[in-house]
């Protein structure tokens, strides 16, 4: 019994991170969208653009790209070449689906530690133009590693589980592949 507790608790609290980070994106999203389009009225009918816009933007910018990681982890829609998976047998292209899943959680690990090595030394530094701790905005890289290391992780776990390689079954879930 204390098992399934154990393993519903994770399980709403992946749904509850999810949604918030999916939350946080569309905010961002949102501030971005004002920021750029104050930036661009005040250029053109004022003829005085503010500073703070542009430097707004760029780390609302930075902010989605590294929370949509996770989202594009879980998915499985990030960056990948699948050439030759499909022409591999079935458990060769499973462990090699493991094997680049467990590299992205070796390599989003190392970015969560100096992600936070870097927030630490940000703590020193303000943004040039909206005078904040730089410390705020580079949080962003230890948090988005660390839900990137757990979406990882957990595709690793739901590769492992599956008795067909996830490319396949990647593609079944999307729905019919445009070639």
Not at 17 to 29: C, G, W
Not at 34 to 43: I, L, M
């Amino acid at each position: 019994m204390g098992d399934v507790r154990k393993r519903s608790i994770c399980v709403i609290l992946m749904k509850f991170l999810r949604k918030a980070t999916e939350s946080i994106i569309v905010l961002l999203f949102i501030v971005l969208v004002f920021s750029v389009f104050f930036q661009v009225v005040a250029r053109y009918a004022l003829n005085n653009p503010p500073t703070w816009t542009e430097e707004l933007a760029r780390y609302c910018q930075v902010w989605i790209i590294i929370l949509a990681s996770s989202i594009c982890i879980r998915k499985g829609s990030h960056l990948a070449v699948d050439y030759l998976s499909h022409k591999f047998p079935p458990f060769l292209s499973r462990f090699i689906q493991v094997l680049i899943s467990l590299l992205m959680a070796v390599y989003v690990a190392v970015v969560t530690v100096f992600g936070w090595r870097l927030m630490i030394v940000g703590h020193y530094q303000l943004s040039p133009a909206i005078q904040i701790n730089m410390s705020y905005i580079y949080v962003i890289f230890p948090m988005g590693g660390l839900l990137m290391f757990v979406e990882a992780v957990l595709s690793t776990y739901r590769i492992l589980l599956n008795k067909e390689s996830s490319v396949s079954s990647m593609a079944n879930e999307k729905g019919p592949s445009p070639a």
